[in-house]
């Protein structure tokens, strides 16, 4: 089998996505997914189901990953008329190599995070099936995936787009990646629509600290006792390990200002130099992003010149506290500055729409 040329009409390619999601089962169109996930059974899919916190877990990450395919339902670009989207799990994923297609239509399989591992020794194999059958693959890493994922080495020369963190690629992988190959150094976005949310012009000011169980660390309890004695009802710390996505919302208008952790917590040295998903969702929610800076800035210390973000230096109480205060005092005017930034340049759908386009 050989790969389809490109085509198009008039000035527009045809695109259809599958977003391979591990929470799915057979191919299927994100609106069917998405209308039986609130009701999906999780008890078959957890190596526990008799665990209650294990099972909260599950859901959380689960509709993280419903709120993905969401995002790739809603693709749009200038140049390209996206098809219906879909969604696969394992048990669908080579059904996107048969599945009839329509006139002129370019499909793409869109893969994220740590996922393929989940493909096991199969991955490679799986993914030269479907870039042989005439799709094209882009994998979203989000983080360190070329120096930490033991399958990126099979799938590195079947990838179309690879979407990694703001860090130097593994040697190693940059050889196994394709000629072809469109690689971007992006990192976390929000995955939300743009704009869902809408703006609050007033707020409650409040701030409150968007992390995890696995995140409260010394230094982080230090912060969070401080802020509580600094702030007093001024202040919430969530870290029980997730906001879902459904209660995010709310968040708009309960807090003006978010406090997310970075990396430093983790235990290998990307991850450490890195960032999570908070500040870009809490910038689309019309709140101001507090963030204690990274070891060596990046993307995050650019929001900040930027006014985006506010930044503090690490373990620095006082200028955590000076960062708060100037986050509680923002304007209106300079909430929706950070709202409109973020929701036009900080979603998922927009970073896939644009690399899906730059690749053709």
Same mark, same amino acid.
């Given at each position: 089998?050989?790969?389809?040329?490109?085509?198009?009409?008039?000035?527009?390619?045809?695109?259809?996505?599958?977003?391979?999601?591990?929470?799915?089962?057979?191919?299927?169109?994100?609106?069917?997914?998405?209308?039986?996930?609130?009701?999906?059974?999780?008890?078959?899919?957890?190596?526990?189901?008799?665990?209650?916190?294990?099972?909260?877990?599950?859901?959380?990450?689960?509709?993280?990953?419903? @709120?993905? !395919?969401?995002?790739?339902?809603? #693709?749009? &670009?200038? *140049?390209?008329?996206?098809? %219906? +989207?879909? $969604? =696969?799990?394992?048990?669908?994923?080579?059904?996107?190599?048969?599945?009839?297609?329509?006139?002129?239509?370019?499909?793409?399989?869109?893969?994220?995070?740590?996922?393929?591992?989940?493909?096991?020794?199969?991955?490679?194999?799986?993914?030269?099936?479907?870039?042989?059958?005439?799709?094209?693959?882009?994998?979203?890493?989000?983080?360190?995936?070329?120096?930490?994922?033991?399958?990126?080495? @099979?799938? !590195?020369?079947?990838?179309?787009? #690879?979407? &990694?963190? *703001?860090?130097?690629?593994? %040697? +190693?992988? $940059? =050889?196994?990646?394709?000629?072809?190959?469109?690689?971007?150094?992006?990192?976390?976005?929000?995955?939300?629509?743009?704009?869902?949310?809408?703006?609050?012009?007033?707020?409650?000011?409040?701030?409150?600290?968007?992390?995890?169980?696995?995140?409260?660390?010394?230094?982080?309890?230090?912060?969070?006792?401080?802020?509580?004695?600094?702030?007093?009802?001024?202040?919430?710390?969530?870290?029980?390990?997730?906001?879902?996505?459904?209660?995010?919302?709310?968040?708009?208008?309960?807090?003006?200002?978010?406090?997310?952790?970075?990396?430093?917590?983790?235990?290998?040295?990307?991850?450490?130099?890195?960032?999570?998903?908070?500040?870009?969702?809490?910038?689309?929610?019309?709140?101001?992003?507090?963030?204690?800076?990274?070891?060596?800035?990046?993307?995050?210390?650019?929001?900040?010149?930027?006014?985006?973000?506010?930044?503090?230096?690490?373990?620095?109480?006082?200028?955590?506290?000076?960062?708060?205060?100037?986050?509680?005092?923002?304007?209106?005017?300079?909430?929706?500055?950070?709202?409109?930034?973020?929701?036009?340049?900080?979603?998922?759908?927009?970073?896939?729409?644009?690399?899906?386009?730059?690749?053709?």
């Amino acid at each position: 089998m050989t790969k389809p040329s490109v085509h198009v009409r008039g000035n527009l390619r045809r695109v259809r996505v599958c977003y391979f999601n591990t929470w799915a089962q057979g191919i299927e169109l994100v609106s069917d997914y998405l209308a039986r996930l609130p009701s999906l059974d999780l008890k078959p899919l957890v190596s526990d189901p008799r665990d209650h916190a294990l099972l909260q877990k599950a859901r959380l990450d689960c509709d993280w990953y419903g @709120e993905n !395919a969401r995002a790739m339902a809603a #693709l749009s &670009h200038a *140049e390209i008329e996206f098809l %219906p +989207t879909w $969604v =696969a799990g394992v048990a669908g994923v080579l059904e996107l190599a048969k599945a009839p297609r329509s006139a002129n239509e370019e499909r793409w399989l869109m893969v994220m995070a740590h996922q393929p591992q989940v493909l096991k020794g199969m991955a490679g194999k799986i993914f030269e099936f479907l870039r042989l059958s005439g799709v094209r693959i882009l994998f979203y890493a989000f983080d360190e995936a070329s120096r930490a994922m033991p399958c990126f080495p @099979e799938i !590195a020369p079947h990838l179309d787009v #690879l979407i &990694h963190d *703001e860090f130097p690629l593994d %040697p +190693t992988a $940059v =050889a196994s990646l394709r000629p072809g190959c469109r690689p971007i150094h992006r990192s976390w976005v929000a995955n939300t629509l743009p704009w869902a949310t809408p703006f609050i012009e007033a707020p409650e000011e409040r701030i409150v600290f968007l992390g995890s169980a696995l995140g409260l660390t010394p230094h982080r309890q230090r912060q969070i006792d401080f802020l509580k004695k600094r702030f007093g009802y001024q202040f919430t710390a969530i870290h029980d390990h997730s906001v879902s996505v459904g209660d995010r919302p709310a968040l708009a208008r309960r807090f003006k200002v978010s406090l997310c952790p970075e990396g430093r917590k983790f235990a290998t040295l990307g991850m450490q130099l890195t960032h999570t998903d908070r500040p870009f969702w809490s910038g689309c929610l019309g709140m101001v992003p507090v963030a204690e800076d990274s070891r060596t800035g990046g993307r995050l210390e650019a929001l900040h010149r930027e006014s985006l973000i506010a930044r503090y230096s690490h373990g620095d109480l006082d200028a955590l506290t000076a960062a708060c205060v100037k986050a509680l005092a923002a304007s209106s005017a300079e909430r929706r500055r950070i709202y409109d930034y973020f929701n036009q340049h900080e979603t998922i759908g927009m970073v896939v729409a644009d690399a899906i386009a730059g690749a053709a």
